[in-house]
């Protein structure tokens, strides 16, 4: 059922965020959110008042470190870790799957093999990739081109007994859609290796449970999900513990996760987490949640589904509608699987006149590969500037989708008389 209006309460929703204030309508929340006052008044507090390194026994050398941990405790409950220790902080996804190739590349000897899904940021393909210097084999997963999914029966064929590793996203920042990672795990698993999931354009939607999914390895941003310019890598424990550390060398392999955060991480950044998941207990409560933090994280989740559905149900409504609109993802929200991270290119438009365009009306949205470029090789889809990205999150409202697609039917309609 297509709900046709607003299903969270953006009276509520919306003065969390300072940054909707301005006069525009962001679209482009799949490139960075904006963020919360609750995660900037972390970074306030602790530049103000605990602004010194961890590891000294005076009280403000250990409010930092204590800082530090929160920030690792609110991610494990975000994500459903085992223990904070799981949880490695970054400054981006790219990063943290660098450092994460990096100290894996010991265990890969000549001819072992690492499969990677063509539909892919390039995030979790270059740095596996780079992997060939040392003579590991990479492999490509393609995207079924009918359901736009990697499929477990694209991926068995691929599979040997040299197959170490393999890389995958959640939801590709192009097409939308989530796809069945605990599928992947398991099937993966069975054959003796090991998962990577991109999780970055699936965070800022849904609830992540790692242990639920049983997946070794879970990156993403906290800039796309309402935080500052920092990212987060899950890793199971023992999976860490075996890496090869990026820091100094007489940092040993039992640090955990010290020895993957080379200089140590960003303290204010990653205390600002504990923003972040202090806004989705509050909005579970406000959904009138009880119960756990984590309880409350899932009622949080399920209104921000429920919003997100109502503004894909609308975008895509009227780009189905139009005759001269190819949709690049799935076209329908079947199960609420489709993200609000829409694509889609117009016959005989220029994807970047659109895009640009678009500004005049006080909205933004964004057209190109989005770094999924393989993707969009792959697609055929790289002539005329990409494609158009529309992409929302719960704080948007059904009056700025109506708003967009006024403005897309006012552009196209006078590109195509002039
Ligand atoms: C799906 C996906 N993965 C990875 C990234 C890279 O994230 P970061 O900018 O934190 O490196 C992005 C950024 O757009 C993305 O959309």
């Known amino acids: 059922m297509t709900a046709t209006t607003d299903q969270i309460d953006l009276d509520f929703v919306r003065p969390h965020f300072p940054g909707l204030q301005s006069k525009w309508a962001y679209f482009d929340n799949a490139g960075g959110s904006q963020i919360l006052q609750g995660?900037?008044?972390?970074?306030t507090e602790f530049l103000t008042h605990r602004n010194v390194q961890i590891g000294g026994t005076y009280d403000t050398s250990v409010a930092a470190a204590e800082a530090l941990m929160a920030g690792?405790?609110?991610?494990?409950?975000?994500?459903?870790?085992?223990r904070p220790e799981e949880i490695v902080f970054g400054h981006s996804t790219t990063a943290l799957v660098q450092i994460l190739a990096n100290s894996m590349r010991s265990q890969f000897a000549p001819g072992d093999e690492i499969i990677i899904s063509i539909g892919d940021h390039e995030s979790n393909i270059g740095p596996w990739d780079r992997l060939r210097e040392f003579g590991v084999e990479i492999k490509f997963w393609p995207i079924d081109k009918k359901t736009q999914k990697p499929r477990l029966e694209d991926l068995e064929p691929l599979m040997t007994d040299r197959t170490r590793l393999v890389c995958v996203h959640h939801?590709?920042?192009i097409l939308g859609q989530a796809n069945p990672v605990a599928d992947y795990a398991r099937f993966v698993h069975e054959r003796g290796a090991k998962i990577c999931v991109d999780g970055v354009a699936f965070a800022p939607h849904r609830a992540i449970d790692v242990t639920g999914w049983d997946v070794d390895y879970y990156v993403f941003s906290l800039y796309k999900c309402y935080g500052p310019h920092n990212a987060v890598m899950y890793g199971k424990y023992d999976l860490l513990a075996e890496l090869d550390?990026?820091?100094?060398?007489?940092?040993?392999?039992?640090?955990?996760?010290?020895?993957?955060e080379p200089g140590n991480p960003n303290y204010e950044l990653a205390y600002s987490a504990t923003g972040i998941v202090d806004y989705l207990v509050t909005l579970g409560e406000?959904?009138?949640?009880?119960?756990?933090?984590?309880?409350?994280?899932?009622?949080?989740?399920a209104a921000i589904t429920r919003q997100e559905d109502v503004l894909t149900?609308?975008?895509?409504?009227?780009?189905?509608?139009?005759?001269?609109c190819r949709i690049i993802g799935p076209d329908s929200n079947d199960g609420s699987t489709r993200m609000p991270t829409i694509s889609f290119k117009f016959k005989g438009q220029n994807s970047g006149s659109v895009a640009n365009a678009v500004e005049a009306y006080d909205i933004a949205i964004r057209f190109g590969d989005f770094h999924a470029r393989r993707l969009i090789e792959y697609l055929g889809e790289d002539g005329g500037s990409g494609v158009i990205r529309v992409s929302m999150v719960h704080y948007n409202s059904a009056e700025q989708v109506d708003r967009l697609c006024q403005a897309l039917t006012e552009i196209t309609s006078e590109s195509t008389a002039a």
Do not use: C, W
């Not at 406000?286 to 989740?301: F, P, T, V």
């Open 245 to 260: 550390g990026q820091y100094h060398y007489f940092y040993g392999k039992d640090k955990v996760p010290g020895k993957l």
């Open 313 to 324: 149900d609308r975008l895509l409504t009227y780009l189905r509608g139009r005759n001269d």
């Open 39 to 43: 995660a900037m008044d972390r970074i």
């Open 72 to 82: 690792r405790k609110a991610i494990q409950t975000l994500v459903n870790a085992d």
């Open 171 to 173: 939801v590709s920042n």
């Open 286 to 301: 406000h959904e009138g949640a009880q119960g756990s933090a984590r309880d409350k994280i899932l009622a949080a989740y």
